[in-house]
Every structure is written in C-alpha cells, then in structure tokens.
C-alpha cells in the first residue's frame, strides 16, 4: 500500500465518521449545556405576595436559577417536578401528578428559549405565612393530584428534571425541610 492511498483510506473513514457522529460532537462541544442553581438566600428563597383564590398572601417562594452555559440556544426547556417522597414516612404520594413547573419571568409553564449564557428563575413552591401548608407552583393541575402538602419536620425530597428540545436533561433532587415552629420563612432546599 503506497502512501497515497493510506491518506486516501484515512481522509475516506474520516469523512464518513463525520458524516455520522460529527452532530454529536458539535453539539457536546459547542452545544447548549443547562445547569440547576439554588441557594437559601435571596434572589432564590424570596418572601414575597402570592395570589391564592382571589387573596393576596404574603409567604416564601423557593425558586431554582437554570442557566444555559453552552455556546448556543437552548430550545423548548421546561421544568418539571416528577416526584415528591417524604413528610412523616418517606414515602411517595400516590395522588401527586410530574407537573410541570412556573417560569419567573412569563409566570406560564410553557418551554421557553434559553440564549447562551442566558438565565432564568423555575417557582419550585410557595410557603404561605400563618399556614401548615406548602403548596407546589404550577399553572394547571391534574384532576385528583395533590398540590398542598403540610409542613413536616420530616425532610421532603423533590425529584426535579430540566428538559430542552437540543441540551441535555439535568435532574436533580432536593430535601426540603422546615423547623419545629414550621414557620413559613423556616424552609430550607438543599441537593442532596
């Protein structure tokens, strides 16, 4: 086999690789990458007015920070919470639906488009001052799910899942936990 056509053979695999899994190695490379962030401090943990059958409550929404720090747009990403386990047993609850959760920015549920280097805050839930009571924030609800949970001080654990149409989905779960007093302002959301 002379020179030239181990070039040949070479450039020929090269190109038909490429054609197969350059995609994939453009997108992992300069693609749109979504990270999850919280911290029990403000602008994450924030007290503030919430609108509940026609009142307005003051309590403390929890919210998470999703940031794309790829190189391109991230299309379609929607948060969804898929599970809930905890309070007194550590077990899940039957009647609670994935739902999909609020946009700060939009105050809807539907996916929005991420930029490079973009950010944007998920409402996770709302603990409403003088209540035993935390309540997930989603716009709609399934017939039948369970959407107010009572203050334990029991941790709860929140399985939570950020999706795009072209990023890889980042899951991750949290313990919820409120002290003895189960005061609204108590919470605290940490990874585990």
């Known amino acids: ?56 409550v003051e309590g403390l929404y929890i919210r998470l920070k999703i940031w794309n720090k790829g190189h391109s747009t991230a299309h379609g990403v929607y948060g969804k919470l898929t599970k809930i386990v905890g309070g007194n047993e550590m077990k899940g609850f039957d009647t609670f639906d994935p739902t999909i959760l609020k946009w700060v920015s939009t105050q809807k549920c539907e ?14 839930l709302f603990a409403p001052r003088d209540a035993t009571y935390f309540k997930i924030l989603t716009v709609d609800y399934s017939v039948g799910s369970q959407i107010k949970f009572k203050m334990d001080s029991d941790p709860y654990k929140l399985y939570i899942s950020i999706y795009s149409d072209d990023a890889p989905t980042e899951s991750k779960i949290y313990r919820l936990t409120f002290d003895e007093q189960q005061y609204f302002n108590c919470a605290k959301f940490e990874e585990i």
């Open 1 to 56: 086999m002379t020179t030239w056509t181990a070039i040949g053979a070479i450039a020929t695999f090269l190109v038909v690789f490429f054609a197969l899994y350059g995609e994939k190695f453009r997108s992992a490379i300069w693609g749109p990458k979504i990270e999850i962030f919280h911290e029990n401090a403000l602008p994450y943990n924030k007290e503030a007015g919430h609108k509940m059958d026609g009142e307005r």
């Open 111 to 124: 996916p929005i488009n991420l930029c490079p280097r973009d950010e944007d805050f998920l409402d996770v």
